[in-house]
């Protein structure tokens, strides 16, 4: 289990120095079925017969990346970046 402060002094890229920035966890938005892959997906998975994908062998895996949001507390810049694999991620307050 990962417990993360929610404002920590990170690196901010438009400030060019350390300041504080605000964590937060990004939220993953529903996929959108007008791109070319989906479209792909939902023409071939289409019609009559049998699945055309393979099913997947073997198990899920236990942890997840988590990414995080970085907002600086001066310019307001956001940046995001991808934190360590766990089960549980949570921010705390500092």
């Known amino acids: 289990m990962v417990k993360m402060p929610r404002i920590r ?3 901010c890229p438009k400030c060019k120095k350390h300041t504080a920035h605000e964590v937060e966890k990004v939220k ?3 996929r959108s079925e007008l791109k070319w892959g989906q479209r792909r997906y939902r023409r071939a998975t289409s019609g009559y017969g049998g699945f055309p994908r393979p099913k997947y062998e073997g198990r899920q895996k236990p942890t997840v990346k988590v ?3 970085y907002r600086c507390k001066t310019c307001k810049k956001a940046h995001q970046r991808t934190c360590v694999r766990s089960k549980t991620f949570e921010l705390k307050e500092a």
Do not use: G
Request: proline letters at 11%.
């Open 67 to 69: 990414a995080l949001r």
């Open 28 to 30: 993953t938005r529903p």
């Open 9 to 11: 002094n990170e690196y």
